[in-house]
Every structure is written in structure tokens, then in C-alpha cells.
């Protein structure tokens, strides 16, 4: 299967999963606005989701994959297993302790965390609660990511791609239980935390029931720290770093957040979850598809592939990237009023979304190289480099956020967040050819420059008719859907014959770009 092919399958997944929670927070905006309720669970989830980004998703999938794909595709299943096997054991005799220590002190990680919150006010008191109820959440996620990969390894995108949609199934659930029986928002959100916990119990049950159908034997024991297991947890040691790194990029965000009025938490996070669009339906699909594939040339020194396999996918993600950058940039206050501004959600908080919109949009292109290009780092076993980068991504980001949040409030607060992703992306871009000979083809770079200029004209285009065509009093009235999507609809025109005619110009023979043989 091409690594297209695989990014396509990932990705629409992953799509659905991301419009799934684009809805939940539609859903959350309504019935909760955006105030103390909201960010509180908010917080909560987003804790929970720190570690889990640290733990399961991003350095655990970077240590584990490779070794256990080597370990099958050489030793066989039954070497498999046996590593299965001992990873799990050691997973939860590591998680569980520690999620008990979190929600014993998790008032103590909250004034860590999020200095603003007044400890003796209503807020911090529910946030606690919250976050109590939602830590163990990390448990189940990481067996779920830990089955995932054993999925991956054997090339099955698809069930690990949908289950994540169950996250915002079961929160909708919560929600609207408490929007239909007319419950207050304190109870509302206490009913959404617990169908947190509940989704992550359905995930890891169902994905555990996928890879024993598949073959695969696991045996909880107390004797796991085989050398398979040292191999994995230290290049994990790294990978954790460097994905706590990451993440603390968002929580100096959301610490400058606490300190701002109630209600930024659930606007920055608003803004952000239309940023994810893109980014989880690009950059996380490709990177998954990307790093099996990856891990099996450069264990075979096959570069040429390696750099066939880099441009396919990037030509392939960057086409559509840049084109959810240019309606961002263009519609933030559009997409924004027309996404939430309904229910609780004020029409007050939509400037601030769209600000914080326009600034996370700036750095979406980066954030899909930095997944891209990171996967090639750890196909090749430098878990150590990402860190680097991290590390100085994070002190930019504290420096830009000095310098720009006293002058342009929540757009800076945004920016800052795609500055230092851009920087991250350009570090890991620089040194990668120390680590992997890449020299992309003039067609791939061809590819590059007439989507650049695809985007400038989509830009253009969309500033225009939303100066002639968009009235702010749209946002109330059930036209504004359809103003959006006929300025939807002319961006994709505008943004693929632009791309095809600049092909065609500068002589390219796969100018044609509906054609499957063009990518």
C-alpha cells in the first residue's frame, strides 16, 4: 500500500474524528458558553491530554513502533508477543501509580499549571474535580495507543484511526444529557467528565479485542523489563522529553490564559480545534502512514525510496494544507461566527476566536513539517535532536510571548505558538540531512511553489468577496451557512486552477492534478 494510500485511509479517519469533535465543541460552546464551566473541564481534559501526548501518543508510538515491527517482520509473532506482552506490563505498572499520585495532589499540579486561578474560588474548586475524574482517562488511552501501534505494524490504519472519534461521542453524550433533562452547567459538566473516563475504557476494550482477533497474545506479569523493554523505555526517555517539551509550549499558552479574563481558555480552545482540522487530518495521518514505511527503508539504507516516500506525501498534505491556511487567514471571524456564535456563546467572544484563529493558522504549515519531519528522526533512531529543538522552540516561545502578548493580546497569544512551531519545523528541516541524504526533485518543488501561489490568490479572492458579500448580522441567521459555503466553494476553484495553471506555465509534465498519476 503507497504511502498515499495509507495517508488517505488515516486520514479520513482521522477526519471524521476531528469533525466528530468540531461538533463537540459546537455542542460544548452551546450548551456551556464560554465561561467557568468550560474551561474548567476544559482544563481537566487537557491535563489528561498532556500526558497522554507524552506518554502514549507521540514518543511512546516513536520508541515502540520500529522495535516492535523489526522484532515481527524477523523474529515472528510469538517473539512479538512476548514484547507485547512485557511493554504492557510495564505500562501499567508505570501509569497506574502515577495517575494515583496525580489525583491525590491534583491541586497542587493545578497552581503549577494555571497560576491565575484564584485557589479559593468556585473555579479552581470545580477544575479540581474535574480533573479528578477525567486523570484516569490516561490509562486507558495509553493501552489504546499501545494497541494502535501493534495495528500499525501490520499495516491496519483504520479502527486505530476511528476510535479516537469515541472521545467526542461519548462527550456529545454528556452534553446533551444534561441540555435535554434542563440540568445546570455544574452537573452538565460533571456528567461530561465521567463519559471522558468511559470513552477511554470503550477505546482500549475495543482495540484490545481487534489485536487479539489479529494473533496477538498479551500476558499481564511482574518480570517485564526484558532488553526489549530497556531498548524501548530509553529511546522513550527522550521522545518524553521532547513531547513534554512540546506540550509545555500550550501551558505556558494556557497559564497566560488563567491570568486573562474567564473565558479565553474555551476561545483559544475553540480556535484551536479549527486549526486542528487540517493539522490532525494531515499531519498526524501522514506521520502515522509515514513512519512504518520510513522505518523499513532506512533499515535497508533504501534513500531513494526514503525521499520518494517524503515527497508523495508532502506534495500530497501541503496541496490541502495550504488551502485550510488560506481559508483561515482570509474567513477567521467568518468561520468562527458561523461555527459557534449561537446558544451560551456570545457574539463578545467571537473577535477573540477569531484573533486567536488567525494567529494559529500563520504556523499550520509548520506544524505539519514538524510531524513529518520528526517521523524521519525517529525512523532513523535520533530521538535526541527532536528534543533539542524542542527545547529552544520553548524558550522562543516564552521570548515571543514577552514581546508580543502586552502589544497584540489573543492573536499574540496564538502567534507566539505558531513562531516557535516554525522555528521548530526549520531546525528539524536544517539538520535532517545530516541524518538522511534528501534532495527533492524539481517536480516536487514545482509542486511547492505553485500551491504557494494557489494560497496568495485564494487570499485574495476570499478578502474580497468578504468585504462585498459578508455582513456581521449573517452570524445569527441560518444565511450565513450559505454565504460561507459558496465562499467555500469559490476558494477551491480559485486555489486548484490556480495551482494546475502555474504547473502548466513553468512546463511541468504532471500538470494535470486530478490525475492519480500526478502525485
Known amino acids: 500500500m503507497s504511502i498515499v494510500k495509507n495517508t488517505f485511509v488515516v486520514g479520513v479517519f482521522t477526519l471524521f474524528s476531528r469533525l466528530i469533535g468540531?461538533?463537540?465543541?459546537?455542542?460544548?460552546a452551546f450548551c456551556l458558553g464560554a465561561g467557568m464551566y468550560s474551561d474548567a473541564l476544559l482544563v481537566a481534559l487537557r491535563i489528561a491530554n498532556l500526558f497522554r501526548r507524552i506518554f502514549a501518543e507521540g514518543a511512546f508510538n516513536a520508541s515502540f513502533l520500529p522495535r516492535f515491527s523489526k522484532i515481527l517482520n524477523k523474529e515472528g509473532k510469538d517473539a512479538a508477543n512476548v514484547v507485547l506482552s512485557d511493554v504492557f506490563s510495564m505500562l501499567m505498572l508505570i501509569l497506574i501509580p502515577f495517575s494515583v499520585i496525580i489525583i491525590i495532589f491534583f491541586p497542587s499540579v493545578l497552581r503549577l499549571l494555571l497560576s491565575g486561578f484564584d485557589e479559593l474560588g468556585e473555579k479552581f474548586a470545580l477544575t479540581v474535580l474535574l480533573g479528578r475524574i477525567c486523570f484516569p482517562y490516561l490509562i486507558f488511552i495509553s493501552m489504546a495507543s499501545l494497541f494502535c501501534?501493534?495495528?500499525?505494524?501490520?499495516?491496519?490504519?483504520?479502527?486505530?484511526?476511528?476510535v479516537y472519534s469515541m472521545l467526542s461521542i461519548f462527550t456529545i453524550s454528556g452534553l446533551l444529557i444534561g441540555y435535554f433533562f434542563d440540568l445546570s452547567r455544574c452537573v452538565t459538566s460533571n456528567i461530561t467528565?465521567?463519559?471522558v473516563l468511559l470513552s477511554g475504557a470503550a477505546q482500549s476494550c475495543l482495540l484490545f479485542v481487534s489485536v487479539v482477533d489479529h494473533g496477538f497474545k498479551i500476558r499481564f506479569n511482574f518480570h517485564c523489563v526484558s532488553d526489549s523493554v530497556k531498548k524501548i523505555m530509553k529511546n522513550m526517555v527522550n521522545g518524553i522529553i521532547g513531547a513534554g517539551v512540546w506540550q509545555l509550549n500550550l501551558f505556558v499558552d494556557m497559564t497566560i490564559s488563567s491570568y486573562l479574563p474567564t473565558g479565553t481558555i474555551t476561545c483559544i480552545n475553540l480556535a484551536d480545534r479549527l486549526n486542528q482540522f487540517p493539522l490532525g487530518t494531515l499531519g498526524i495521518a501522514l506521520s502515522t502512514a509515514l513512519l512504518p514505511s520510513l522505518s523499513k527503508h532506512l533499515g535497508r539504507r533504501d534513500y531513494d525510496k526514503v525521499v520518494q516516500e517524503m515527497e508523495h506525501g508532502l506534495a500530497f498534505s501541503f496541496f490541502l494544507t495550504l488551502f485550510a491556511t488560506s481559508v483561515l487567514i482570509s474567513l477567521s471571524e467568518q468561520s468562527v461566527s458561523v461555527a459557534f456564535q449561537r446558544g451560551m456563546f456570545e457574539a463578545s467572544h467571537v473577535r477573540i476566536t477569531a484573533d486567536a484563529v488567525l494567529g494559529f493558522a500563520v504556523g499550520l504549515p509548520a506544524y505539519v513539517l514538524t510531524k513529518v519531519f520528526s517521523s524521519l528522526y525517529f525512523a532513523a533512531g535520533d530521538t535526541k535532536s527532536p528534543v533539542i529543538f524542542?527545547?529552544?522552540?520553548?524558550?522562543?516561545?516564552?521570548?515571543f510571548l514577552i514581546l508580543l502578548v502586552p502589544f497584540f493580546k489573543y492573536f499574540g497569544l496564538a502567534l507566539c505558538t505558531s513562531l516557535s512551531a516554525v522555528s521548530n519545523a526549520g531546525m528539524l528541516i536544517y539538520f535532517s540531512g545530516k541524518k538522511v541524504p534528501l534532495k527533492f526533485?524539481?517536480?516536487?518543488w514545482?509542486?511547492?511553489?505553485?500551491q504557494s501561489a494557489a494560497t496568495l490568490a485564494t487570499c485574495f479572492t476570499l478578502s474580497q468577496l468578504s468585504d462585498i458579500f459578508w455582513d456581521p448580522n449573517f452570524a445569527a441567521k441560518s444565511i450565513a451557512w450559505l454565504v460561507y459555503f459558496l465562499f467555500v466553494i469559490c476558494a477551491v476553484i480559485v486555489f486548484f486552477l490556480t495551482a494546475v495553471a502555474c504547473m502548466y506555465i513553468s512546463g511541468q509534465d504532471r500538470w494535470k492534478l486530478w490525475k492519480k498519476s500526478a502525485w
Open 441 to 444: 526533485s524539481k517536480n516536487f
Open 446 to 450: 514545482m509542486k511547492i511553489i505553485s
Open 149 to 162: 501501534g501493534v495495528m500499525n505494524s501490520i499495516n491496519k490504519f483504520a479502527l486505530s484511526s476511528a
Open 193 to 195: 467528565a465521567w463519559c
Open 22 to 28: 468540531f461538533i463537540r465543541e459546537c455542542i460544548m
Open 390 to 399: 524542542g527545547i529552544v522552540s520553548v524558550v522562543l516561545n516564552i521570548i
